[in-house]
């Protein structure tokens, strides 16, 4: 089983419309969830970070954690069509020692158009 | 607001060709990472960077790979002798200690193509 899954869409909504990207994974050592917006020939951009299970809410967009379905999401309200870009979700172990370092393990990412 | 810089944008080279990317962190970030991403596929680890040494590694990142940080702000990654499969865009990302050490901060990328 892939460690982290993310439908890769694309998905097409109309502006104003809400919006739901998910993604699965089967490492249960995670801790550390965080949602990137990749715009065309760019670099992630970290939009949402969440420490273990539960809801994180920042403006257009709220984070869920369901560790107990080892599933998480993205919403976004009121979709605007600057939104259009590829979403990734990355999560990482709560892995003490080295410098805390955490690698971070990537989904695919879902492409995202928000038509106007 | 400080940002993660890369240079260069793009870099051809030949195979067999020794190619030096590089990279300046935010300035107060003490955990360095690069990443890649092949066309299509997963953003993938390479390694990790923090207190002048590696703490980790992933397979990818074997013998052909190093990581240097040769002064206060710049964090290179080098590939000794390009092969065909390393085209891809390299990322490199930069974060802070303590609670902040997973928000990971990305550059704008190096698109490697090897010919």
């Known amino acids: 089983q892939k460690e982290v899954e993310q439908d890769p869409g694309p998905l097409s909504v109309p502006e104003g419309a809400i919006v739901s990207l998910n993604c699965t994974y089967s490492n249960s050592a995670f801790q550390y969830f965080m949602w990137y917006r990749q715009y065309s020939r760019k670099g992630p951009e970290l939009l949402m970070y969440?420490?273990s299970s539960g809801n994180k809410e920042d403006g257009r967009f709220t984070a869920q954690v369901d560790k107990s379905s080892k599933y998480i999401s993205l919403f976004i309200r009121d979709s605007q069509p600057s939104d259009s870009a590829t979403y990734l979700c990355?999560?990482?172990?709560?892995?003490?020692?080295?410098?805390?370092?955490?690698?971070?393990?990537w989904g695919l990412g879902t492409s995202l158009a928000v038509n106007p | 607001e400080p940002e993660v810089t890369q240079t260069p944008s793009h870099q051809v080279t030949q195979m067999g060709q020794e190619v030096i990317l590089r990279c300046v962190p935010i300035s107060n970030h003490l955990y360095f990472y690069w990443y890649r991403q092949i066309l299509g596929q997963k953003v993938e680890f390479l390694v990790s960077?923090?207190?002048?040494?590696?703490?980790?590694k992933s397979e990818i990142f074997d013998d052909q790979f190093s990581v240097e940080r040769p002064d206060g702000s710049n964090f290179t990654l080098k590939i000794r002798s390009t092969k065909l499969e390393d085209s891809a865009m390299y990322f490199c990302?930069?974060?802070?200690?303590?609670?902040?050490?997973?928000?990971?901060?990305f550059g704008p990328g190096t698109r490697l193509t090897v010919l």
């Open positions: 969440t420490y």
């Open positions: 960077f923090y207190n002048n040494e590696i703490s980790e």
């Open positions: 990302a930069s974060s802070l200690t303590s609670d902040k050490v997973n928000e990971q901060f």
């Open positions: 990355a999560m990482s172990a709560d892995r003490r020692g080295a410098g805390n370092n955490r690698k971070l393990i």
